[in-house]
């Protein structure tokens, strides 16, 4: 077993990851810039324990990505696209959504129906 093999059976979409893993990313990037902040303009340390809320979130959503779990969807027992199917897939990148307007992840009207399961 290396650090990377995760043999969880996933519970969210890969749509679901990349947006976890995006969110993460945002997230750290605004820690690093609240730490920065806090030491220009030297905030004192009450205000720097701020930094704790989006660097949590963060992690949170880099460990949901890294192990294909997300937390809740495994509290509620159920599997993220679960229940009433999607209806539109993007033809660019395969996100599934219910709003065919415009694909949430790359933005572009490339939305078509997609047959519904079972
Ligand atoms: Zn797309």
Redesign the pocket.
């Known amino acids: 077993m290396t650090a990377d093999s995760n043999e969880c059976t996933p519970n969210i979409a890969p749509a679901g990851i990349r947006r976890r893993r995006r969110l993460g990313f945002q997230l750290a990037g605004v820690s690093i810039a609240a730490v920065g902040a806090g030491m220009i303009v030297r905030a004192p340390w009450f205000a720097r324990t701020a930094v704790f809320l989006p660097a949590a979130v963060a992690a949170i959503g880099f460990l949901q990505a890294s192990r294909n779990t997300c937390i809740l969807r495994a509290h509620e027992g159920t599997l993220e696209h679960d229940g009433d199917p999607p209806l539109f897939a993007?033809?660019?990148?395969?996100?599934v959504s219910a709003d065919k307007a415009y694909?949430?992840?790359?933005?572009?009207d490339?939305m078509e129906p997609q047959p519904r399961p079972r």
């Open positions: 993007c033809r660019i990148c395969g996100h694909c949430p992840d790359c933005l572009a490339t």
